[in-house]
């Protein structure tokens, strides 16, 4: 009988920037099942959302993204959260995206940092 055991400790990775002077700490934890990032640039976790690619018979993907916890109202929260599962899937992972977004600034320049420095640290974590 082969029985998978999970690793733990969670392999992760995390690292500290900064972006449009904010100090942005990201943590990047790979679960058997999913990727948990954390981005912070407030100390604490933010709001929290949950990216996933359906499987389904057409060619091309689709991608399902909500909000679990925090603000529904912040559809620029939501754009990183999809942009990154986009990434992840286009890089091969199969595995569901739980994604914390505590920020002070919700620009395009820093969301596009923050998933730029993510996919730099998923093969770490891998």
Do not use: W
């Given at each position: 009988?082969?029985?998978?055991?999970?690793?733990?400790?969670?392999?992760?990775?995390?690292?500290?920037?900064?972006?449009?002077?904010?100090?942005?700490?990201?943590?990047?934890?790979?679960?058997?099942?999913?990727?948990?990032?954390?981005?912070?640039?407030?100390?604490?976790?933010?709001?929290?959302?949950?990216?996933?690619?359906?499987?389904?018979?057409?060619?091309?993907?689709?991608?399902?993204?909500?909000?679990?916890?925090?603000?529904?109202?912040?559809?620029?929260?939501?754009a990183c959260a999809r942009q990154l599962i986009e990434q992840i899937s286009a890089?091969?992972?199969?595995?569901?995206?739980?994604?914390?977004?505590?920020?002070?600034?919700?620009?395009?320049?820093?969301?596009?940092?923050?998933?730029?420095?993510?996919?730099?640290?998923?093969?770490?974590?891998?």
């Amino acid at each position: 009988m082969d029985i998978s055991v999970p690793t733990f400790p969670v392999r992760h990775s995390s690292l500290s920037l900064d972006i449009e002077g904010n100090k942005t700490e990201i943590i990047v934890s790979s679960y058997e099942d999913h990727f948990l990032v954390i981005v912070t640039q407030i100390g604490s976790m933010g709001t929290i959302l949950h990216a996933r690619k359906e499987e389904g018979v057409s060619i091309h993907p689709t991608f399902n993204v909500s909000v679990t916890f925090g603000k529904r109202d912040e559809p620029m929260l939501v754009a990183c959260a999809r942009q990154l599962i986009e990434q992840i899937s286009a890089s091969g992972y199969s595995k569901g995206l739980v994604l914390s977004l505590g920020l002070r600034d919700h620009s395009v320049g820093t969301l596009k940092r923050i998933v730029s420095a993510v996919m730099e640290k998923l093969p770490v974590v891998t």
